[in-house]
């Protein structure tokens, strides 16, 4: 199953939830939601860097995550960005792969 990283930015709204939630809830909301949508969710942390949240998980396929991505910034507590992150071994694949590419003016 390809692997998303999911980073988030609370809005002020999202902020009064979490104050009011806690962070644990919000991780089991975060886990049950990606279980919802056939996916496994391997961790979630939160931070005060350039992104509140940052969440890696594993999801069917990118249409499920451009879904869950839609829903989650339509709800309006969280600017959500996902990003397809690959193992090293689907780098090795990659990097046996006969690809062809001729650069710009050449």
């Given at each position: ?30 886990r049950h939601t990606i279980e919802a949508h056939g996916g496994r969710m391997e961790s979630m942390h939160f931070s005060f860097a350039e992104h509140d ?54």
């Amino acid at each position: 199953m390809p692997r998303f990283l999911l980073t988030s930015n609370y809005t002020v709204n999202g902020l009064q939830g979490l104050i009011s939630d806690g962070g644990t809830k919000r991780v089991e909301v975060v886990r049950h939601t990606i279980e919802a949508h056939g996916g496994r969710m391997e961790s979630m942390h939160f931070s005060f860097a350039e992104h509140d949240t940052y969440v890696l998980c594993e999801l069917p396929d990118h249409k499920t995550a451009a879904a869950l991505a839609i829903v989650i910034r339509a709800a309006g507590g969280l600017d959500t960005r996902v990003t397809p992150v690959l193992t090293a071994e689907e780098i090795d694949q990659a990097t046996r792969q006969r690809a062809e590419y001729q650069p710009p003016g050449e």
